[in-house]
Structure formats: structure tokens, C-alpha cells
């Protein structure tokens, strides 16, 4: 089985390609940066499409696989995008994802349901070692509410209500989010780029 790099250190993202991946048939082993002895690049991208490229690139030169990473966040239309790129460190460099949330549960105080509306946001990148790179995108749309609801999945998760559901993301069952976040769909997009690089990547494991 081929071992595809995910470029990542958050292991709710590695479980939650794995599982996408494994739905779809790819014939892979999804891995993250801490398992191929490799560190994050520092993000300096502006956009989620920069910052995946970069990602990408990075772990399938360092690792000689291919590798796939996604930059994903929220963006608020009430906080003109925010926090966007900065998603995963909203509240200051090394918040976790409870502190991010307080943070944005803040910013939108006064905020009426209007300014409320957003949406997860995700690009992914596909690398190989050789730097060649292809990039696809997905969103999702909902409304934030003030209060977390919810234990499952990670990040703004329990902030991000979906209307047509009456449930935050974190409420909602790995099967159930699997099938329309904004992860999802920009993998759905990804899996035939993915089906033709796997079939032309001899299968072998990290040294």
C-alpha cells in the first residue's frame, strides 16, 4: 500500500482524511508529519491555496511520497473574512481550539445574525517530490452561533451551525460531516487527481 504524506501535526485531520479516503476505495496509507520524522513549514502563504501548496511541497520533498495538505478555516463575512488564514491561531500564537473559539465568540458579541454568516473554507494541495502540484477547493456554509454545541469533531466545530440541519458541525456523527464539509468536498474534487498519481506511485513505505 502506498503511504501518502499528510502534511499536518493535528491528528483530527489525519483521522478525518484517512476516514474520507477509505470510504472512497484509495488504496493508501495515510501518515502525518510527526509519523515521517518531519516538521511544519512555517505558513507564510495569504491565501488557503498558498499555504497548501507550501505544505505540499514541503512533505514531498522532505519525504520523497506523495503528499497532500489542505489549509482550511473560517471566515466570517461580519468580521470581513476573519479569522481566515489565521484560523488555527486566531487567538494568539500556540491557542488551542477552545481559546480560538472564546476569541471569535467575542468578536461577534454585538454582532447581529446577519454578520453571522460564514463558512469553512478549504484548498488542497497534491505534491510530488518533485514539486509538481495540483490544487482543488471546497466550502461549506452555515452561521456562527454564541454558544459551543456539540462533542464532536475539532476547531470552530461546535460554533458553526448549519441551517438546513438545525446542528453545529460538532454535532453531527464523522458519517454525517464526511459527507458535506468543506473537507469533503474539496476531496471529493481531489479523489481522481489522487486515483491517477496513487496508480502511477510505486507502493513502498517510509525508510
Partial sequence: MTTLVLATLNP?????FAELLSAAGLPAHVIG?????ISAPEETGTTFRDNAILKARHAAAATGQLALADDSGL???GLGGAPGVYSARYAGPGADDEANRRQLVAALEAAPEAARTARFH???AIAQPDGAVEVVEGMC???IVTE???THGFGYDPLFLLPDRGQTMAELTSA???AISHRARATARALP???RRLAATPAAALE
Fill in 75 to 77: 471566515e466570517v463575512d
Fill in 33 to 37: 508529519l510527526w509519523e515521517a520524522g
Fill in 122 to 124: 478549504c484548498a488542497i
Fill in 193 to 195: 487527481i489522487l486515483r
Fill in 176 to 178: 454525517e460531516k464526511n
Fill in 141 to 143: 456554509e452555515g452561521i
Fill in 148 to 150: 459551543s454545541r456539540g
Fill in 12 to 16: 483530527g485531520k489525519v483521522r478525518e
